[in-house]
C-alpha cells in the first residue's frame, strides 16, 4: 500500500528543501506556514478565506480543545475536519507548550501532566497515553507526542531531566498510537518532538532517541522560548541535520518572518504562529516592507496605497490603508478581519515564495534581498492562541 505520509524532495539550495508531504486530506508542499487555529478556528477567518489564502494545513489544540468543548462532542460531529468545515489538513499539538506557559497551574511527573482548567479550575490529569486518545478523537492528519519544554534559562540538569522523559513520553505515546485503531478511516502520523534547550549534547541524545522510532515526521521543540535569535537559529541548525533527510521537519512555534527564513535555509520545513492573527487584532500588518503599525497617525490621509503593494490579497487590492486604519481606530470587526486575512496571506505566501525560489536555485539571494527590505522586528513568537 502506498505510505499516507510520503515526503518527498523536489529540490534543494543548500540545506533549504522543497518538497511535498502526502496526507489523507491532500498534499502539503513545503516549506509550508500552517496558520494556528487553536480552538478549531483561526482567529476573524473562515475556512473559506483561509483556502483563498493558499492555506494546505492548520493547526488546532489539544490542550484547548479538551477544555473545550471537549474531544467527545468532537468526536460526535465525525471529528475537526468535519467539525471545523476544514476539508485539508489539520496538526494538533499535543498541549506540551501549554504546560510550559501554564506552569502556574500545572504539576509534571513521569506519569504525566497534572493541571487546573484555566477556564473553570476543574482538575486534569495529560499523560502520554491520555493525549493520544485525545488526539485520535479528535481526528487531525498529523499529531504531536507529548513532550515537556524546559524554560530558555533552566539549569542543564533541568534541560537534561526534560529530555529523559521527552524520551520515555514519546515511547509511551508511539505505543499508544500504535495499539488504538483508526477511528475515521484515516490513518494520523505521530511527530515526536526533539528537546534539549541550548545544549547540543542534549539535543543529539534526544534526536538519535527518537529516530530510533522510525516516525513519519519530527518536529524541533523548546526554541523561541526566552533564548536570543542567533542562538535559535544556531540550535535549529543543529538539530535539524541530526533529523532523516527524507522526513518533514516541522519547526514549532518559530513564526517571525526573518526566523521563517533563517530556519528554511537551515532545512526546516514546516512552520507555526500565532503572530499573523494576533497582530491583525492589535492594528499591525506584515509586508515585504516591513511591519506597519495602522495606529499610527501617518496613515490617516493614505488613500493611495493598500497595506502591501507586492500583495494580491482582498484587503490589499480593495481597500486603503485610511480605510483599514479607520476601522481599526473605531474598533470595527472587519479593521481585524482584513489585517488578519492580509497577515494570514502574507505568511503563506513567504513559505511559498521560499519553495519557488529553492526550486528556481535563487534562495539565497532572494533571502539576502527579502531580509534588507523587512529590517528588523523584535517580537518572539508563539503556539497558543487562547
Known amino acids: ?27 502539503v508542499e513545503t516549506p509550508v506556514f500552517m496558520p494556528v487555529g487553536t480552538q478549531a478556528t483561526v482567529k476573524a477567518m473562515s475556512p473559506m478565506e483561509l483556502a483563498q489564502c493558499g492555506a494546505a494545513i492548520v493547526l488546532a489544540n489539544t490542550y ?31 498541549g506540551g ?11 509534571v511527573t513521569d506519569e504525566g501532566v497534572a493541571f487546573q482548567s484555566h477556564i473553570n479550575g476543574d482538575r486534569h490529569v495529560f499523560s502520554p497515553e491520555r493525549v493520544i486518545e485525545i488526539q485520535r478523537e479528535l481526528g487531525a492528519d ?65 534526536a538519535a532517541e527518537l529516530v530510533k522510532l522510525g516516525a513519519p515526521g519530527y518536529a524541533i521543540g523548546g526554541c523561541a522560548v526566552g533564548e536570543e535569535n542567533e542562538v535559535m537559529y544556531r540550535v535549529v541548525r543543529q538539530t535539524a541535520v541530526l533529523l532523516p533527510g527524507d522526513r518533514p521537519r516541522y ?19 514546516m512552520f507555526d504562529c500565532v503572530l499573523p492573527t494576533r497582530s491583525g487584532r492589535t492594528g499591525a500588518a506584515f509586508t515585504s516592507q516591513g511591519r506597519l503599525n495602522l495606529r499610527n497617525a501617518c496613515h490617516t490621509h493614505d488613500h493611495g496605497h493598500g497595506l ?20 481599526v481606530m473605531a474598533g470595527e470587526i472587519l479593521g481585524i478581519r482584513l489585517l488578519t486575512m492580509h497577515n494570514v ?42
Open 308 to 327: 502591501d503593494p507586492a500583495c494580491d490579497c482582498y484587503a490589499c487590492k480593495a481597500f486603503s490603508r485610511a480605510y483599514i486604519r479607520h476601522l
Open 64 to 94: 484547548h480543545l479538551h477544555l473545550r468543548p471537549g474531544s467527545a462532542l468532537i468526536r460526535e460531529a465525525g471529528g475537526l475536519h468535519r467539525f471545523e468545515a476544514w476539508d485539508r489538513a489539520i496538526l494538533t499539538d499535543s
Open 1 to 27: 500500500m502506498p505510505d499516507p505520509f510520503a515526503f518527498q524532495v523536489h529540490a534543494t539550495a543548500g540545506a533549504a528543501r522543497a518538497g511535498t508531504l502526502v496526507t489523507p486530506h491532500g498534499p
Open 251 to 269: 519547526l514549532m512555534g518559530v513564526g517571525m518572518p526573518q526566523d521563517i527564513l533563517e530556519c528554511i535555509e537551515a532545512g526546516v520545513d
Open 97 to 107: 507548550y501549554q504546560v510550559f506557559s501554564l506552569k502556574e497551574i500545572s504539576k
Open 345 to 386: 496571506h502574507y505568511f503563506v505566501n513567504l513559505a511559498r515564495t521560499a519553495r519557488q525560489r529553492i526550486a528556481e536555485g535563487s534562495f539565497a539571494a532572494w533571502k539576502t534581498e527579502t531580509l534588507q527590505a523587512l529590517g528588523a522586528v523584535g517580537e518572539k513568537g508563539s503556539r497558543d492562541e487562547s
Open 142 to 206: 498529523i499529531i504531536m507526542a507529548f513532550d515537556e519544554c524546559p524554560p530558555a534559562d533552566a539549569p542543564e540538569q533541568r534541560v537534561a531531566d526534560a529530555v529523559d522523559r521527552t524520551l520515555r513520553w514519546a515511547a509511551r505515546c508511539a505505543e499508544a498510537h500504535d495499539r488504538l485503531p483508526v477511528l475515521y478511516g484515516a490513518p494520523q502520523a505521530l511527530f515526536p518532538v526533539v528537546q534539549g534547550g541550548t545544549i547540543p549534547s542534549l539535543r543529539e541524545r534526544c
